[in-house]
């Protein structure tokens, strides 16, 4: 399927009950480019997937989600293979000691950009799995896999073959940001609707600025805000939103720091304008601001992910709320979307049968066990919500905001320094210039 998925109705439940059909399971290889179900041999050999939610894979999604219940007895039978499942935060250590060790012949390795992806890409641990697979194969991911492939490119091949899921979404995004607003909040202090906003265009920086500081209030007058306007905001999510990220691809095709550029170093200053104002809550305690969000004490959200609808505010929310894309920054004139976290599936170097492994991950993970509806249920309640929810996996240009992250520490520092200490965001950003140029070139040798 391709991007009209986004918008199918009830219909695809019709289409998902016929698609259970041994013919329409065989499709799914060969829509890949791969040989028909049935044609891969795995000699009864034990296959492990390693993930640090290996646990949740294995009881929440194959022992809980009704579709695919059955499939790890399906894939054994079908592939002649054991499935066995690893839990291990100590991601990719634990790859590297069973490819030491002869053990990993069999593995799947889930893995994201800042959980193992770059060590064990750049080491040469894992196959570049456009060596050996047919463009098909990537031209059948669900869209916002093939731009996670597209964004994870080393040295212009794909190593991924497709995320791995212990929730009811896979083919849509755990962690595409947003920004939720308390709708029964602004409707108490007649604030503007954000989606009404978006909708005309006019969801900007400044009209984020100017709500915010409306809706920042000492309720009770004891000299402390009790009510903030912002929570939970990361200036490196509000970068993206301005057209900017950490990294660039050069007209060299070089991979450069770009945090010190005029439209990130803007981003960063109006990060700070708003936390020093006091408008944006100044703790960096996650858990904590969106329990101040939750508890209805903050107007704005800005760290909300599908992960965090579905997870937290669905079941513990009590006001009525929802959901809009950042607001543009002042050097953009479409609505951008920030994405900390990309993950895939890598095949270790010294894999049996790599073709066989890959066909395997897909037919575990198919794209229409999981209906738009049932995805939508599961983290939204109105059609407003739907509406944004949707059309970020449509307009979601393959950026993240992070991507690089465990290779970019000075940057935290200097992110830290600019927010608690005064720093100009210009020169604290310039001056790691340096550092981190040298470990991106390393990285990629270039």
Known sequence: MKRARLFVTALAVVSMVLLTSALAMADVLTDHGLKPLGSYDLGGNTVTIISWTS????????GGYI???????????????????????????????????????????????????????????VLASSDFLPPE??????????????????????????????????????????????????????????????????WTWEKAGEIAAKATRDLDGDGEIDQYGMTDLRAWDLAISNGANIIKVDENGRVVYAADEDAYVEAVEQFYEWWSTGVLNQSTNTGNNRQLFIDGKAAMHFNVTPVTMAQNLLPDMKDEWSIVPFPKGPRVTEHLYPNQALSTTLIPINAADPEALAALKVFLWQEDDVTVND?????????????????????????SSRLLETYITEFNDAI???????????????????????????????
């Not at 646990?55 to 194959?62: D, H, L, Q, W």
């Open 55 to 62: 646990e949740r894979i294995k009881n929440n999604y194959f």
């Open 137 to 202: 194969f990537f031209e059948a991911l669900p869209p916002y896999l093939q731009m996670t492939e597209e964004a994870l490119k080393f040295n212009g091949k794909y190593y991924g073959i497709g995320n791995m899921e212990w929730r009811p979404m896979y083919g849509y995004a755990n962690d595409i940001v947003f920004v939720g607003y308390n709708k029964t909040l602004f409707e108490r202090e007649g604030l503007p609707d954000l989606y009404e906003l978006y909708r005309a265009g006019e």
């Open 375 to 399: 995805f939508l249920a599961a983290h939204v309640r109105t059609k407003e919500a739907a509406e944004v929810l949707l059309e970020a996996h449509e307009y979601w240009t393959g950026t």
């Open 67 to 125: 579709p695919v219940r059955d499939r790890i007895a399906e894939a054994e039978r079908l592939f002649n293979c054991k499935i066995e499942f690893l839990q291990t935060r100590d991601i990719p250590q634990t790859n590297f000691n069973r490819l030491m060790a002869g053990e990993s012949a069999y593995d799947l390795w889930h893995v994201q950009n800042k959980i193992g992806y770059f060590e064990l890409v750049s080491e040469g641990a």
């Open 416 to 446: 830290a320094a600019i927010r608690d200490e005064g720093a100009s965001p210009a020169t604290k950003l310039a001056e790691i210039r340096p550092v981190i140029q040298a470990r991106i070139d390393e990285l990629f040798n270039q």
